[in-house]
Nanobody, 128 residues
Framework: QVRLVESGGGLVQAGDSLRLSCVAS????????MAWFRQAPGKEREFVASISRIGDSIYYGYSVKGRFTISRDNAKNTVYLQMISLKPEDTAVYYCTAPRAYSSLPYNYSGSRLYAYWGQGTQVIVSS
C-alpha cells in the first residue's frame, strides 16, 4: 500500500500563492490516481482536485477551479497543488489521497468514499 506525506502548508495573506506537495512511498506511484481534499473547521471534507495516473485527466472542485492547479511528477513520486489568489475561505487542512492501485474512478468523481489512502494533512491558513 502507499503512504502519503503532505507538506507546504502555512500562514499566508489573501491574494498570496502557495504550493503543496505530497510525497508517496511504499508502492509504485504511477499505479495511483491522486487527489486533494480539504477540511475546514466545522465543515465536511471537500473535494479539491484529482489527477489520473499519468496526468492526462484532471478535475477540479467548483470553488477552486481557475485558481488551483494539480500536477504530478511520477519520477519524484510527488503530486502538487499550486494555489494562487488564495482567499480566507481556502483556510483548511489539506489532505492528499489515493484510491486503490489501478482503480478506475470516473474522471469527475468528487466523493471521498473510493479513496483508500490518506496523508496526515497540512494546514493552510489564509488571513484577510
Amino acid at each position: 500500500q502507499v503512504r502519503l506525506v503532505e507538506s507546504g502548508g502555512g500562514l499566508v495573506q489573501a491574494g498570496d500563492s502557495l504550493r503543496l506537495s505530497c510525497v508517496a512511498s511504499g508502492d509504485t506511484f504511477s499505479a495511483y490516481a491522486m487527489a486533494w481534499f480539504r477540511q475546514a473547521p466545522g465543515k465536511e471534507r471537500e473535494f479539491v482536485a484529482s489527477i489520473s495516473r499519468i496526468g492526462d485527466s484532471i478535475y477540479y472542485g467548483y470553488s477552486v477551479k481557475g485558481r488551483f492547479t494539480i500536477s504530478r511528477d511520477n519520477a519524484k513520486n510527488t503530486v502538487y497543488l499550486q494555489m494562487i489568489s488564495l482567499k480566507p475561505e481556502d483556510t483548511a487542512v489539506y489532505y492528499c489521497t489515493a484510491p486503490r492501485a489501478y482503480s478506475s474512478l470516473p474522471y469527475n468523481y468528487s466523493g471521498s468514499r473510493l479513496y483508500a489512502y490518506w496523508g496526515q494533512g497540512t494546514q493552510v491558513i489564509v488571513s484577510s
